[in-house]
């Protein structure tokens, strides 16, 4: 019965939904009722979307959907092609979408239309994260009561348990913040009701459930852990009680001890912008392919944190901080165009990048980069080091794109996010990339939940070794001698038997 009123009103549509991704998919339609429980609310969607991933893989589960080259492969897996599904994939993502010229969608809506629809803290302000959380488990924009319900529930799993204070005290103050951060989730672990559910033999289309209960757990505790790390990291240790009248990402600042109205608005749209960004990338990626082998959210999340750390992910917005104040402490607080080009003409010419620019989907300048040079033109047009983020936005690409070799030469997300914190005087650049795995968790624990109601199986590509590679690019009548020979180079004690044609 509830399937058949599911399947109904996800079909039929109403106003105030998020538009279909696909052409003619039964995609999230509006909910049967007005709930404010997000809970209850995902529990009317899932059944519908469960018929639906059904009825795909009994139609087309043998449909052809593109082929691979050996430099995609090779390459990092980058662009696996689907025919006519734009920009190709590789694995099931619901909650948003990379388009490589236009950006990231959330459910199908760009972040101007985030800022236009979802409900704000302050009057024409910016979006609060909990909307966004609602959105991308929902696929629908929520109401105003929706939110402050989200607010509300999130306020009361807030609690972080003695413990993980014991252990982040144990770990030196220059410890870097985000080893600190994959720690404390680590040790918020004990608090697993999906490790617990499991260990009691739940049924495997209720894991959802548990999986549900340990996210909104652990979006709740991150602020929270993310000010705690912050604190005793650079503030001695003199931890700030949460308020009870503020929001999630308000809360944030103000537990980190940042209290301009200006601060709080900029820690709400940084929160919504860094939250998602597909599935493909090396957090995204990390923590579902960690997840599908049914480990539960903290482990999930966790690996997906270490994954963050790397310099070329989100450790580049600490990068960029680093290398704007060696640019600065070289050229001084304003340098001319010239010499700035010259710099990063240096940058390079010494064998590193120049962080914060480039992307491997995008190909131009990152909406959220975007996002953020409106917010600083509204909050902090004379700040100096904001025009300097502005000439590198002139200079840079022009110089990327002289070496030929760099796909996209335009700015991403981490050019900038930097240069807001600064502003409001959050100048520890170490810190930087926890802000982002705070948000990261909106999306990457969204789609943990949706993964596990499909009941996604566990993610295992096949690998291939370089001689079985170069056995099915040989011409055809050396492929048996080369597969062979590839097979035993590499220590193996039969041919891979591989495809006839060149395309593997
Ligand atoms: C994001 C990034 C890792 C994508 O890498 P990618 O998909 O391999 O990018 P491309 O296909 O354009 O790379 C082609 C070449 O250009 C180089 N390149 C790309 N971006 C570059 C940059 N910003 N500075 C210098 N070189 C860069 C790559 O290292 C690669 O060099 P190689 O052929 O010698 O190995 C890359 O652009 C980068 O390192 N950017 C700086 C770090 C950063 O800002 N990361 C945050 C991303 S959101």
């Known amino acids: 019965m509830l399937l058949k009123h599911a399947v109904r009103t996800l079909c039929v549509g109403a106003g105030g939904q998020v538009a279909a991704a696909a052409a003619g998919a039964c995609s999230l339609r509006r909910l049967c009722t007005d709930t404010v429980d997000l809970k209850k609310a995902l529990s009317e969607l899932i059944p519908a979307q469960r018929e639906r991933l059904k009825a795909l893989r009994k139609a087309h589960g043998k449909r052809v959907v593109g082929e691979v080259t050996v430099e995609q492969i090779v390459g990092g897996m980058r662009g696996l092609p689907v025919m006519g599904a734009g920009g190709g994939g590789a694995m099931l993502w619901e909650t948003s979408l990379l388009d490589p010229e236009k950006g990231i969608r959330f459910r199908g809506l760009s972040i101007p239309e985030l800022q236009a629809k979802l409900p704000t803290a302050v009057e024409g302000g910016q979006p609060l994260p909990e909307g966004l959380l609602w959105l991308l488990l929902t696929g629908q924009v929520p109401t105003k009561p929706q939110v402050a319900a989200v607010t509300e529930e999130l306020r009361h799993r807030a ?12 770990m030196t103050h220059d410890t870097h913040p985000m080893t600190q951060l994959s720690v404390g989730v680590m040790a918020l672990q004990t608090g697993s009701h999906f490790a617990a559910a499991y260990r009691r033999g739940a049924r495997k289309d209720l894991h959802w459930e548990s999986v549900y209960e340990d996210s909104m757990d652990l979006v709740a505790k991150l602020p929270r852990l993310a000010a705690m790390i912050y604190r005793h990291s650079y503030k001695g240790g003199e931890h700030i009680q949460p308020s009870m009248s503020l929001d999630w990402a308000g809360n944030l600042a103000h537990m980190m001890g940042y209290e301009d109205p ?20 090396v957090s995204a990626h990390t923590t579902h392919l960690v997840g599908s082998a049914l480990s539960d959210p903290y482990l999930s999340y966790a690996a997906g944190m270490n994954g963050l750390a790397g310099p070329l992910h989100g450790l580049a917005n600490q990068e960029v901080l680093r290398w704007l104040k060696d640019l600065t402490a070289k050229l001084g607080p304003r340098p001319d165009k010239e010499a700035v080009r010259k710099y990063v003409q240096d940058t390079l010419a010494s064998g590193k990048v120049v962080p914060g620019y480039g992307h491997a989907v995008l190909r131009k300048t990152d909406p959220r980069y975007i996002c953020q040079r409106e917010f600083a033109q509204k909050y902090m047009p004379d700040y100096p080091l904001f025009k300097l983020v502005s000439d590198l936005y002139e200079v840079v690409p022009e110089v990327l794109g002289k ?14 996010s930097g240069v807001l914190l600064q502003y409001y005087g959050i100048s520890e650049e ?13 999306g990457v624990l969204s ?10 199986p566990i993610e295992r590509p096949k690998s291939i070794t370089m001689a079985a590679l170069e056995a099915a690019c040989a011409p055809a009548e050396a492929r048996p001698v080369a597969a062979a020979e590839g097979a035993a180079a590499e220590g193996g004690t039969e041919a891979i038997p591989m495809p006839a044609s060149a395309a593997v």
């Open 430 to 442: 170490n810190f930087y990339t926890v802000l982002f795995g705070v948000s990261r968790a909106l």
């Open 403 to 416: 070496t030929g070799k760099i796909k996209n030469p335009w700015p991403n997300v981490d050019a900038h």
């Open 262 to 281: 200006g601060c709080l608005e900029m820690m709400r749209m940084y929160q919504t912008i860094h939250s998602d960004h597909e599935g493909g990338n």
């Open 159 to 170: 609690h972080v348990p003695p413990h993980v204070l014991r252990l982040l005290n144990a």
């Open 447 to 456: 789609q943990g939940i949706w993964s596990r109601a499909l009941g996604l």
